[in-house]
T-cell receptor
Framework: AQRVTQPEKLLSVFKGAPVELKCNYS??????LFWYVQYSRQRLQLLLR??SRESIKGFTADLNKGETSFHLKKPFAQEEDSAMYYC??????????????FGKGTHLIIQP | DGGITQSPKYLFRKEGQNVTLSCEQN?????MYWYRQDPGQGLRLIYY???????QKGDIAEGYSVSREKKESFPLTVTSAQKNPTAFYLC??????????????FGPGTRLTVL
């Protein structure tokens, strides 16, 4: 069975400080991982995916297969980064994706 | 604001009643999904459908049923067999083929409360 673990329910940092949201996964195959974000009163939306290897809103995430981790990082936090962040792992069987397995989420609060 | 729509936004149900949540998308996506979101639990997959007239159970399908008669629509019925139905329900869809690397687009959600 696959699993996604986000150990921190709540993370509070000051504006301008570095941010790291932790995500560890358990999966026997080759993982496809995502970070989704939900800002207050907005829909859940994709922030980034590991296959794109891109930086979105200053956030990056590197897949570390040895440590089975996909931590989300940003060097300088901004107040608008305050949101709920979910790490997710694609589910597979047969030919197609069968939805996502989500972690329980981390509530990030950026203090002024 | 097209994309995925869910209705109603809030829904109240008496115990013992079935209720159907609507999900419609105009993105021409093949794959559609239903998740349940509970505080502190993240999202859990209820059902998914990769093509019309086909759907599969997710991790917590008991007490729920779905249909996929049209590409655009994937309604979820919460039956009286669901022991703890009060939750926030999210519908999502992904691009043709439903490949794992494709982004899932989410609806605004329906909050169901059982009275």
């Amino acid at each position: 069975a696959q699993r996604v673990t986000q150990p921190e329910k709540l993370l509070s940092v000051f504006k301008g400080a570095p941010v790291e949201l932790k995500c560890n996964y358990s999966y026997s195959g080759s993982p496809e991982l995502f970070w989704y974000v939900q800002y207050s009163r907005q829909r859940l939306q994709l922030l980034l995916r590991h296959i794109s290897r891109e930086s979105i809103k200053g956030f990056t995430a590197d897949l570390n297969k040895g440590e089975t981790s996909f931590h989300l990082k940003k060097p300088f936090a901004q107040e608008e980064d305050s949101a709920m962040y979910y790490c997710a792992l694609a589910r597979y069987s047969g030919g197609g994706a069968d939805g996502l397995t989500f972690g329980k989420g981390t509530h990030l609060i950026i203090q002024p | 604001d097209g994309g995925i729509t869910q209705s109603p936004k809030y829904l109240f149900r008496k115990e013992g009643q079935n209720v159907t949540l609507s999900c419609e998308q105009n993105l021409n996506h093949d794959a559609m999904y239903w998740y349940r979101q509970d505080p502190g639990q993240g999202l859990r997959l209820i059902y998914y459908s990769q093509i019309v007239n086909d759907f599969q159970k997710g991790d917590i399908a008991e007490g729920y049923s779905v249909s996929r008669e049209k590409k655009e629509s994937f309604p979820l019925t919460v039956t009286s067999a669901q022991k703890n139905p009060t939750a926030f329900y999210l519908c999502a869809s992904s691009a043709p083929g439903g490949g794992g690397g494709n982004e899932q687009f989410f609806g605004p959600g329906t909050r169901l409360t059982v009275l």
